[in-house]
């Protein structure tokens, strides 16, 4: 009989410590095949950041750093510039590359480092317990806005791949989604084209991927996605900001 | 190769290539810019990897990705951007990755100034980061010894695996002195294969590895700190340096100072020996480690009345004097702290008021 479904190498045979109806396990999962199709494991080394994702390297079986709190792309940069020849991606929630690592990525987007983001934006804070992130939208309620994100004191959402594609230097800046199964297909292949990009050597690239925090938005997992569809697509756009191609 | 003039931030950054660092990344301050022009310049020569950060503080995460990717490599800055780096030698010294960091320090707190100081002593060998991490420091008097300071701290960083500091005073990175460069340093990269994140198609084991500096688990984070604690214990045993002088004298006072400080010191001791007064010197190389037993047995010495510590900060070496010297005669403080480094006039006259 053939083999239909399968876990890929590239990822652990673990249990994770996600919530139910978080994205991460499934970005993981996109990211591990990913790895396994262009057979690139034996020479990878992935950044975990500060955040629900801090424990990611359980749950890859290749090479792992551990960064501290936004600042993985710094890390990414240092790997890259002395052993060009390994892939490295950075995998960062929204608290940790948009505010405490802004400065980080702009520069490494800017320098057109190398490596390949992976840039989850769940519009929270999870793993310190649902407080407000720079991606949080208006008139959300999160444990340090309890009125709702008043715009008037903390701005609008900051647009991570809006803002990136604006920068002169090349790049590859795509913004998808994993919330329902139509869209995982196309946040697959642009993660594809990110790293293939790393490989030929071409640019800097990150994918956005909106994601869910059923836990910190006090939802269910599918009121979840609808929130999500309903409130941060319309303002967060998917596809892709910027090719090398169009730069 | 015979002696060349050189200032003290190009031999530093000369020194790094020769002990086979060829990866340097970093953010300018005064004063010790210099060595970023200098090796901007000369990395693309030798085929080695230079960066200008945009901050210090990425620029601490640069060495700690390619530290732990296997690489040599080295950074240089000043008080502020030492500040500021210190986040990233915490996490350096828990995911006990080797690198090396040179301090060319000016005076503070704050912007302070962009004169010599001494006034990083306690950040240097108590203080850097948060949690339970040390530095080993070497603590240079002249260009010369700068270079080979250099040289030797990268071999030290990787058989501790524990970031080395060397630090300076601005004099050290200002002023031209004439150098004579050892040779290449000889010894390889030590093998870093079991631990290092070199990608697992480049080592002979297919286990992946990991550098991190998270333990959930309370008896792990215990055990890795017991681990740097062995380290600390084993670099208190092996790497203590120092410089003893006019010690064979019959001298009432013994002075402990280091860096550009000592050798005002020492013109200091020479004069007043003319006049008849004997003064000796412990000089730390080490500061941390500091040489607690050497300090301890000048102190000890029959007619030595009391101790004398010079440095360019407001005491802050005071407490490892003390605790050397384990009250065996009282211990004193004279310095300048504003940038101005004391003439070997000020000196005598604080010795004078002592004896
Ligand atoms: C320097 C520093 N500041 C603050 C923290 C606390 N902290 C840990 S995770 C986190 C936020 C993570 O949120 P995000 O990046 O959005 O990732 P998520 O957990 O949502 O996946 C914060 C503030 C820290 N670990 N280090
Ligand atoms: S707190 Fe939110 S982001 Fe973290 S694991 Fe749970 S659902 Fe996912």
């Known amino acids: ?247 | 190769m015979g002696k060349v003039l050189m200032k003290g931030n190009e031999a530093i950054a000369e020194a790094a290539i020769r002990a086979g660092c060829l990866n340097y990344f970093a953010y300018p301050i005064t004063p010790q810019s210099e060595v970023a022009e200098y090796l901007s310049r000369r990395m693309p020569e030798v085929g080695g990897v230079f960066l200008q950060g945009e901050s210090e503080v990425a620029v601490s995460y640069m060495i700690f990705g390619a530290a732990a990717a296997g690489a040599r490599v080295f950074t240089t800055s000043s008080s502020p951007g030492i500040s500021l780096m210190s986040e990233g030698i915490s996490y350096i010294i828990g995911a006990q990755c080797p690198a090396v960091f040179v301090n060319i320090m000016r005076g503070g707190p704050g912007l302070g100034g962009i004169l010599p100081s001494q006034a990083d002593y306690n950040q240097a060998t108590k203080g850097i980061g948060h949690g339970d991490g040390r530095l080993l420091v070497l603590a240079p008097a002249s260009v010369q010894e700068a270079v080979e300071m250099v040289m030797t701290a990268f071999p030290l960083a990787e058989k501790y695996r524990n970031p080395v500091m060397v630090l300076g005073d601005g004099l050290i990175g200002q002023m031209m002195e004439p150098v004579e460069f050892p040779d290449h340093l000889k010894t390889e990269p030590s093998n870093k294969d079991d631990w290092a994140t070199t990608g697992m198609d480049n080592r002979k084991s297919n286990k992946r590895n990991l550098v991190r500096s998270l333990y959930l688990d309370p008896v792990q984070l215990n055990e890795n700190n017991l681990i740097l604690k062995r380290k600390y214990e084993q670099m208190k045993k092996e790497e203590v340096r120092f410089e003893a002088y006019h010690t064979d004298s019959r001298y009432k006072l013994l002075i402990v100072s280091y860096g550009t400080m000592s050798r005002v010191c020492k013109t200091a001791i020479d004069m007043l020996a003319e006049e008849g007064i004997e003064v000796g010197l412990i000089r730390p190389l080490t500061v941390f480690p500091f040489p607690e037993e050497a300090v301890f047995e000048a102190a000890a010495r029959e007619g030595c009345k009391a101790v004398l510590s010079v440095e360019m900060s407001m005491g802050q070496m005071i407490e490892d004097i003390e605790r050397s010297v384990r009250g065996a005669c009282p211990v004193h403080w004279y310095g300048k702290c504003g940038g101005e480094v004391p003439t070997p006039e000020e000196v005598i006259e604080a010795v004078k008021q002592l004896i």
């Open chain 1, 1 to 247: 009989m053939a083999k239909l479904f399968s876990k890929p190498e590239a990822l652990a045979d673990q249990p994770t410590h996600y919530c139910p109806g978080c994205t991460h396990g499934v970005i993981h999962r996109l990211v591990a095949e990913v790895i396994d199709e262009l057979g690139i494991r034996g020479r990878t080394v992935g950044i975990a950041p500060v955040g629900c994702a801090v424990l990611a390297y359980n749950y890859f079986t290749f090479d792992f750093q551990e960064a501290a709190h936004g600042r993985a792309p710094a890390m990414a940069t240092g790997i890259k510039r002395v052993r060009p020849d390994l892939i490295v991606f950075t995998y960062q929630g929204d608290g940790d590359l948009a505010s405490i690592g802004m400065g980080e990525i702009v520069h490494a987007a800017n320098r057109g480092e190398k490596f390949t983001t992976i840039f989850v934006n769940n519009a929270i804070y999870g793993m310190t317990g649902g407080q407000m992130a720079p991606t949080t939208m208006p008139g959300q309620r999160t444990t340090t806005s309890p009125f709702g994100r008043d715009t008037e004191e903390s701005g609008m959402p900051v647009r991570i791949a809006e803002l990136l594609a604006s920068l002169a230097t090349p790049g590859y800046i795509s913004r998808q989604t994993v919330i329902k199964p139509k869209y995982i297909k196309k946040a697959k292949q642009a993660i594809k084209r990110a790293f293939t990009y790393q490989m030929e050597g071409k640019c800097f690239s990150l994918v956005e991927v909106v994601s869910t925090c059923p836990t910190n938005w006090g939802l269910t997992p599918v009121e979840a996605v609808k929130w999500a569809e309903e409130n941060m697509l319309p303002y967060y756009r998917l596809g892709d900001f910027k090719t090398p191609e169009n730069n």
